[in-house]
């Protein structure tokens, strides 16, 4: 199974996220090796885009939630709420959230625990900035991504048919066009693989999926994909070019074939 996400950030508005999605569902139509597709819209937007999507094979997530499930927290929104409107799957600590908007591992913790409690697959964000990333960094980037980790799990026990994405993003890769060797990107995979059943004990293989992202786009997303160890990818600013995207999920469809 390969997951692709689109996370459209503050990109684009309701219209264009109707006309997107639509250019989604159209390079899906018909091919039977499918990905799994999620599509994270503005909060504004999910609504619309929820109808469009309806009885497709494509879920909707959301950038960003609470973690509280009610209360005075003006202008927030919790997990409660995304899930009413079809919300299936929600990015947590994404790198834009921590750095500009203070978000804490603590705040990483209770949003997933929340999220989980209601239903919703958490995609969890982690990854280093760029002083890990000087030669010998690795192991530097290792102790932040596993601090983060640590972080986010701390106190959770998953239940049977709950599942967490878990998205590597070196901060540096973000929107920067400048995306990690996919052996980079395979290593520190390798790495969080072999962490996540400490800080989770019980925890199945089949219940956690370890995504790239970072500059992922058409031209680069079939080296990435075409490795076991990345099962899938987090897009963002290709996500929002339709040709782009489609490129990249036709390598997902392409890898997924070549298995088959
Ligand atoms: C992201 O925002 O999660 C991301 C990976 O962005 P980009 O693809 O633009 O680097």
């Known amino acids: 199974m390969k997951t692709i996400i689109g996370n459209w950030k503050m990109n684009v508005g309701t219209r264009e996220s109707v006309a997107l999605v639509r250019g989604v569902l159209l390079a899906l139509r018909g091919k039977k090796m499918l990905p ?84 919703l697959v958490p995609i969890l964000c982690v990854g280093e900035g760029q002083e890990a990333r000087r030669p010998g960094g690795t192991e530097e980037a290792q102790k932040v991504v596993a601090g983060q980790l640590r972080g986010a799990f701390k106190g959770l026990h998953l239940r049977h048919k709950e599942r967490i994405l878990i998205a590597y993003e070196p901060v540096w890769a973000i929107g920067t066009g400048v995306a990690a060797k996919p052996a980079d990107a395979v290593s520190m995979h390798v790495f969080i693989r072999s962490l996540v059943p400490d800080l989770l004990p019980g925890i199945k293989s089949s219940q956690f999926s370890i995504l790239y992202g970072g500059s992922v786009d058409g031209a680069n997303a079939y080296d990435f994909l075409r490795e076991d160890e990345v099962d899938g990818l987090l897009v963002g600013g290709a996500s929002v070019k339709l040709s782009e995207f489609t490129k990249v999920l036709q390598s997902a469809m392409d890898v997924i074939e070549a298995r088959a």
């Open 36 to 119: 799994e597709v999620v599509v994270c819209p503005s909060f504004m937007a999910l609504g619309e885009v929820r109808k469009i999507i309806a009885h497709s094979h494509v879920f909707l997530g959301a950038q960003n939630v609470h973690f509280e499930d009610h209360g005075a927290f003006t202008g927030e929104i919790s997990s409660r709420m995304l899930s009413e409107v079809g919300v299936t799957h929600v990015l947590l600590g994404h790198s834009e959230r921590r750095n500009l908007f203070g978000e804490t591992d603590e705040m990483v913790n209770k949003k997933l625990i929340h999220a989980l409690a209601v239903g």
